[in-house]
């Protein structure tokens, strides 16, 4: 059995029937995860101004642009081993970089709250053995995390669960729009106005206190009953939730307190995004946007948007991301316009600008390690195919000896 790095899921699984060193059929995987497992479609290959050059000479260059940079930034790490991410926060230290990762415009907010023991959490294990009722907030982990209903929550038959959806459990929609989970949730969906999660929240803690709310009162009074008499309650907090109150995020840890029986966890994209938080936040006591200055923690000010509208960095080491695509336009010419290094296994669109390109092994197939599920747990990477490339970790070691 091996583990499918396609979410934060992990899946742990996965049968790969390998022939000639080729994966020829993955079975028990979704086919988000199928597509990662099976590789890329066009293969990141070394070069150097874009031109062909080997993975000596590619490092060599990454090292002597990190060695010219007055402020250079390390971005990525989410889809990369926790091995390589220890590497990456050392290199970093070493060259008193910026460190970031995607998680700075999406669940970092969510995770640094966990971390800090503010909010309940508990593991998917303990979801699909006790869980009641389920609620699914600006998440769609039918289609983001597609396994997610089907192993962990809603459909699976658990130890305190043994009549499963049709009859133990009881599934909740809180979204913009009628999502594919929400058709699955029979009839509890409740639709909000764009960003209007915190208006929903007070009327949901109004309610919970035995008042009536003015927003929806019928619904919001139903709901809150709901929620009383849950035994055992995941919340599954996406980005649509996470980004609608970022700036009073207080009002979640509130909500929270009001419900005892709840249990609130992050539903996280990438497949290690949780690790690189919990490696960084063990280092440094913060899970992203650290910039390292002599041998301490300078602050957690340096997001990679941020720093590229300031345009604060002059160099920047992207791993297994692709912030040309995922980033807003206004910060793409800065980032165009500074020395890029890409560590991918894949051309992207950020491999497209780059200075230099340095490919990686695929972490799950091509190269083994650790990872840190959406819940918090450790799961092992295992190789399965034979291959030449450097995994992310070696990469790391050879830029740190180089610098």
């Given at each position: 059995?091996?583990?499918?790095?396609?979410?934060?899921?992990l899946?742990?699984?996965?049968?790969?029937?390998?022939?000639?060193?080729?994966?020829?059929?993955?079975?028990?995987?979704?086919?988000?995860?199928?597509?990662?497992?099976?590789?890329?479609?066009?293969?990141?290959v070394?070069?150097?101004?874009?031109?062909?050059?080997?993975?000596?000479?590619?490092?060599?260059?990454?090292?002597?642009?990190?060695?010219?940079?007055?402020?250079?930034?390390?971005?990525?790490?989410?889809?990369?081993?926790?091995?390589?991410?220890?590497?990456?926060?050392?290199?970093?230290r070493?060259?008193?970089?910026?460190?970031?990762?995607t998680?700075?415009?999406?669940?970092?907010?969510?995770?640094?709250?966990?971390?800090?023991?503010?909010?309940?959490t508990?593991?998917?294990?303990?979801?699909?053995?006790?869980?009641?009722?389920?609620?699914?907030?600006?998440?769609?982990?039918?289609?983001?995390?597609?396994?997610?209903?089907?192993?962990?929550?809603?459909?699976?038959?658990?130890?305190?669960?043994?009549?499963?959806?049709?009859?133990?459990?009881?599934?909740?929609?809180?979204?913009?729009?009628?999502?594919?989970?929400?058709?699955?949730?029979?009839?509890h969906?409740?639709?909000?106005?764009?960003?209007?999660?915190?208006?929903?929240?007070?009327?949901?803690?109004?309610?919970?206190?035995?008042?009536?709310?003015?927003?929806?009162?019928?619904?919001?009074?139903?709901?809150?009953?709901?929620?009383?008499?849950?035994?055992?309650?995941?919340?599954?907090?996406?980005?649509?939730?996470?980004?609608?109150?970022?700036?009073?995020?207080?009002?979640?840890?509130?909500?929270?307190?009001?419900?005892?029986?709840?249990?609130?966890?992050?539903?996280?994209?990438?497949?290690?995004?949780?690790?690189?938080?919990?490696?960084l936040?063990?280092?440094?006591?913060?899970?992203?946007?650290?910039?390292?200055?002599?041998?301490?923690?300078?602050?957690?000010?340096?997001?990679?948007?941020?720093?590229?509208?300031?345009?604060?960095i002059?160099?920047?080491?992207?791993?297994?991301?692709?912030?040309?695509?995922?980033?807003?336009?206004?910060?793409?010419?800065?980032l165009?316009?500074?020395?890029?290094?890409?560590?991918?296994?894949?051309?992207?669109?950020?491999?497209?600008?780059?200075?230099?390109?340095?490919?990686?092994?695929?972490?799950?197939?091509?190269?083994s390690?650790?990872?840190?599920r959406?819940?918090?747990?450790?799961?092992?990477?295992?190789?399965?195919?034979?291959?030449?490339?450097?995994?992310?970790?070696?990469?790391?070691?050879?830029?740190?000896?180089?610098?």
């Amino acid at each position: 059995m091996f583990t499918c790095t396609g979410c934060a899921l992990l899946c742990e699984d996965i049968e790969a029937i390998v022939e000639n060193n080729r994966i020829k059929e993955i079975r028990n995987a979704c086919r988000r995860g199928a597509a990662r497992m099976k590789g890329c479609m066009n293969r990141l290959v070394p070069s150097i101004a874009q031109k062909p050059a080997d993975i000596e000479s590619s490092i060599k260059k990454a090292a002597q642009i990190l060695r010219n940079a007055k402020s250079p930034m390390l971005f990525g790490f989410d889809n990369s081993t926790s091995e390589a991410q220890i590497k990456g926060i050392q290199l970093a230290r070493k060259i008193n970089a910026i460190i970031d990762d995607t998680s700075s415009f999406c669940q970092g907010i969510l995770i640094e709250n966990i971390l800090h023991k503010k909010l309940r959490t508990c593991s998917l294990d303990d979801i699909r053995n006790k869980a009641d009722v389920l609620v699914y907030w600006g998440s769609d982990a039918q289609d983001s995390q597609p396994r997610h209903l089907s192993r962990f929550s809603y459909f699976p038959r658990g130890e305190s669960r043994q009549r499963g959806y049709e009859e133990d459990r009881l599934a909740i929609a809180i979204d913009v729009r009628e999502s594919n989970t929400a058709k699955i949730c029979k009839g509890h969906f409740y639709r909000i106005p764009l960003k209007g999660d915190r208006e929903f929240i007070l009327a949901l803690m109004e309610a919970l206190s035995g008042k009536a709310p003015a927003y929806d009162t019928k619904n919001m009074l139903g709901l809150a009953s709901i929620l009383k008499k849950a035994q055992f309650g995941g919340i599954f907090v996406g980005i649509g939730l996470t980004y609608s109150i970022k700036n009073d995020f207080e009002i979640l840890t509130a909500l929270a307190d009001m419900l005892p029986k709840f249990n609130i966890m992050p539903m996280v994209g990438h497949y290690n995004m949780r690790g690189f938080n919990e490696v960084l936040f063990k280092e440094t006591g913060f899970v992203n946007r650290v910039r390292f200055e002599g041998n301490g923690v300078q602050d957690n000010k340096y997001a990679i948007i941020e720093a590229l509208k300031n345009k604060s960095i002059d160099a920047l080491v992207v791993v297994g991301s692709d912030p040309v695509l995922s980033l807003p336009r206004i910060v793409i010419p800065h980032l165009a316009s500074i020395p890029v290094v890409c560590i991918d296994p894949c051309q992207t669109f950020t491999s497209g600008i780059a200075t230099v390109n340095i490919p990686s092994a695929a972490s799950g197939v091509e190269s083994s390690g650790s990872a840190v599920r959406m819940d918090g747990k450790v799961i092992g990477l295992k190789k399965i195919l034979e291959n030449n490339y450097l995994s992310d970790e070696d990469i790391m070691k050879r830029l740190m000896e180089a610098v």
